[in-house]
């Protein structure tokens, strides 16, 4: 017979996890993994709510395994490490974001792109090589090979780039790949939530123009005034839409819900390329005769590589890119899930895990010595 949670491994451990797919989360005790030779520890400090995070615990993608412990942009301070670890040492600030393991030895781990491994290990509801199951950051401590830990230069705040580690990457990744982040091109970027809005500062550090597409006109004056953007379009205003139509050479999609494509499709020049990084639960429509008019594309991206998660937190702290986050408290989290899924948020719930996570003495009581020395 299996383990509980809370015995198949030596380190106590404590969180809030989903049960079912209530989308209750609640009081979870459970355990982690002794720190091996090339792991390192985290306390666990900030953890940021991506939308990714509710459709998990709705299990909207028909995928879940319970009980459930989200969290996959996680930061905090660096309390233990193997003896074969070189990146890290105890009191670093560090990250882990989507992905805790994958082959490493087939075509996409070896060229850095161990997010489209086919074996590649996610923070959360995945199974790890030690047949247990991983458990994310809406928790105390999280053990981690450091291959799959990222440094934190001194200067970003670790509250507001917490999210970097999945929005940022996630919208930083297909910019670079397909050829949208050069200084002049003009990008749409539909849905303005936690991706959207990282995908704007990125689009801006680039020397973008950039064209938000929402369907909330409240949140003009802000993408303009406060986030950079050049110009914002009502995707549900159909004479705003004509007005732009094939003007934009780019689109990265974040929308999390299923919507219209041919509007986005409309908006793109010939030869652009729309890319989807949202994942609605349900198919969407896709037109084709307007792709083979305009020889358009239509891809996908997942999150990114440890490499390129590495390049982009340095880059982020090089140009001050970080989101905008309301800091939360653990017991919030309902209230945030139902504003998650309203679209009310500006525009990244991250939960402070240091200070309202109340968990049991788990061994973690030396971190303030640790940060003091
Ligand atoms: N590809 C990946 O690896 C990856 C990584 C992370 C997340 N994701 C997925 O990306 C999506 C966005 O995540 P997020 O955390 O940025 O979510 P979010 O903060 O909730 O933002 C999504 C935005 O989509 C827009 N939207 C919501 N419902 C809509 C509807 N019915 N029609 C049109 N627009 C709608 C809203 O923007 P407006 O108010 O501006 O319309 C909303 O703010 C989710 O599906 C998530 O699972 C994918
Ligand atoms: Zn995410
Ligand atoms: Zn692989």
Redesign the pocket.
Known sequence: MSKSPEEEHPRKAFGWAARDASGILSPFNFSRRANGDEDVTLKILYCGV???DL?NIKNEWGNSIFPMVPGHEIVGIVTEVGKKVTKFKVGDKAGVG?LVGSCRACPNCNQDGEIYCSEMILSYNAIYHDGTPTYGGYSDMIVVDEHFVIRFPENLPLESSAPLL??GI?VYSPMKYFGLSKPGMHLGV???????HMAVKFAKAFGLKVT?I???PS?EEEAVERLGADSFLV?RDPKQMEAAKGTLDGIID??????PLLPLIDLLKSHGKLVM????DKPLELPVFPLLLGRKIVA????GGMKETQEMIDFAAKHNVTADVEVIPMDYIHTAMER?AK?D?R??FVIDIGNSLKAPDNGNANLNQIMQG
Do not use: M
């Not at 539909?190 to 959207?196: H, Q």
């Not at 974040?254 to 919507?259: D, E």
């Not at 990084?277 to 609605?280: I, L």
């Open positions: 991506c939308h990714s459709h989507c999945c929005a996630t539909a849905g303005l939530g936690g991706l959207g938000v929402s369907t909330s949140k995707s974040t929308v999390s819900a299923v919507h990084v949202g994942a609605p996908g991206s997942a999150s998650l679209a948020v525009y990244r």
